[in-house]
């Protein structure tokens, strides 16, 4: 009986040796099948409002160091420059009239199919920290795991994700961060919001505070305390970008330290960039003007030469296809990003996205359409059928509406953008979830209800 329990004891532990064996081999072979994405999107951040594309403050050390270590755009264009529409198009690598998903109330379908939601089924570990309202787009919770909040207190929510991090170190992760504060209203506290505030405002501008999305006003939603000065906005915008920075930073050292910065894809982007008075709109987006659609992209990986800058024009519908390329995953569903990898691996010999599209649906009044190549833009009003035609080497903040001068560069693009929105897409209508109160709350706050 002695020799018996002798036995089984032996018999147990040479089981549980073999178990922890063969955890250790698994968890090895698990982490060499792929790396960790870290993909970082802020909301409203154009990119010439980051030293590393120029800005003459320092808002973006961390970034500018993440630069120093990958590759950068200078030429990335968003699809759309509406949170959802953008956001869909960035997770889903198709274009808003694909997708149509439009609006907050729109359900993301179960044929649409996602960047988290093929990195599930390779057994990859999703995480999305945002602010609720993005964990409110209906569908998009079946695509993560886990969901952390970052409603007011980015701290705590870098904090949670950090050590959500530590916890899943041993496992295959992808990690969306969607940063909000750098949306109107700009409201960074302490010390972002006195970092960029001028001391004397002789050379400032005064507008009204007016109702909606009108040119030449303040959007009520946007205003503090009745404050009309346009450079007290840009310097709480400013702040805002160095006070996301700083998490941004917090969560790279710690990367660092976990020993995960060399195994870890990182993506820095955002969803569109933000109107400051240009074509006398200020502090809106929803236009396809560059001011709305050049977004920063910045990508950093094991094999990326750092420090490298592409100038080339790409998409941010091409992020998804890279990433899926970068860890060898093929898609079967038809995208429409292309893989950046070849730009990335060998920019001299590229010539893809010649032509790159972008859209706007505002339900409520804006349907925009646009065509863009390095040298050319042609924006379509569909509801006033009107169009413009820039040449964006030498009138680059888009001024002067070529439409009745160059006629044959404007039915060029425009036959070209008919092509485009002609186009065969899937014959989906995403069906519709009524808001509830806190989201419409939320909706109101941030300007895209009345
Ligand atoms: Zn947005």
């Excluded at 899943?168 to 972002?192: D, G, L, Q, T």
């Excluded at 042609?378 to 009107?386: E, F, Q, S, V």
């Excluded at 008919?418 to 995403?430: A, G, L, S, T």
């Amino acid at each position: 009986m002695k020799l018996n329990r002798k036995r089984y004891l032996f018999i147990c532990l040479v089981c549980f040796i073999a178990m922890s064996i063969g955890l250790v081999i698994y968890t090895s072979l698990n982490r060499q099948q792929g790396l960790n994405i870290i993909l970082i999107t802020i909301d409203s951040l154009r990119s010439d409002h980051l030293g590393c594309y120029g800005y003459k403050r320092n808002t973006s050390p961390n970034i500018d160091k993440l630069v120093e270590e990958g590759v950068m755009f200078t030429q990335a264009i968003s699809q759309a420059s509406w949170t959802p529409q953008s956001l869909t198009s960035l997770l889903t690598a198709t274009y808003p009239s694909t997708h149509k998903i439009y609006d907050f109330g729109s359900v993301l379908y179960e044929e649409l199919i996602t960047l988290p939601g093929i990195l599930k089924k390779k057994r990859y570990t999703t995480v999305a920290v945002s602010a609720g309202l993005i964990k409110r787009f209906p569908g998009f919770e079946r695509e993560f795991d886990n969901f952390f909040d970052m409603d007011e207190k980015i701290g705590d929510s870098i904090e949670n994700l950090i050590r959500w991090i530590g916890h899943f170190k041993h496992k295959k992760f992808f990690a969306w961060v969607h940063f909000f504060s750098a949306h109107s209203p700009y409201k960074p506290p302490y010390p972002f919001n006195e970092m960029f505030k001028e001391k004397s405002n002789k050379t400032s501008k005064h507008i009204p505070i007016g109702n909606g999305k009108e040119p030449n006003i303040i959007p009520n939603w946007v205003a503090i305390d009745r404050i009309t000065d346009v450079n007290y906005y840009i310097s709480q915008y400013d702040g805002a970008i160095a006070y996301t920075d700083f998490y941004i930073g917090k969560l790279l050292d710690k990367l660092k330290i976990l020993g995960l910065d060399k195994d870890t894809l990182i993506i820095l982007t955002s969803d569109h960039g933000e109107s400051i008075g240009e074509h006398d709109y200020y502090f809106q987006h929803g236009f396809l003007y560059d001011q709305l659609l050049k977004a920063p992209l910045i990508i950093k990986g094991p094999g990326i030469t750092k420090g490298k800058v592409i100038n080339k024009q790409v998409k941010l519908i091409d992020i998804m296809p890279t990433i899926l390329a970068f860890l060898k995953i093929k898609v079967n569903n038809k995208i429409e990003g292309v893989d950046l990898l070849p730009l990335i691996y060998d920019d001299n010999n590229y010539t893809g996205n010649e032509y790159v599209f972008s859209e706007t649906f505002d339900c409520d009044k804006l349907n925009l359409k646009s065509i863009r190549t390095p040298e050319w833009k042609l924006i379509y009003n569909i509801g006033l059928d009107k169009y413009e035609l820039y040449n964006l080497k030498i009138d680059p903040e888009e001024i002067t509406n070529l439409v009745d001068i160059d006629k044959e560069k404007f039915i060029f693009l425009k036959t070209k953008l008919e092509k485009w929105m002609n186009r065969p897409k899937p014959n989906i209508i995403p069906p519709t979830k009524p808001l509830d109160e806190n989201t419409k709350r939320n909706l109101r706050y941030l300007g895209y209800l009345q």
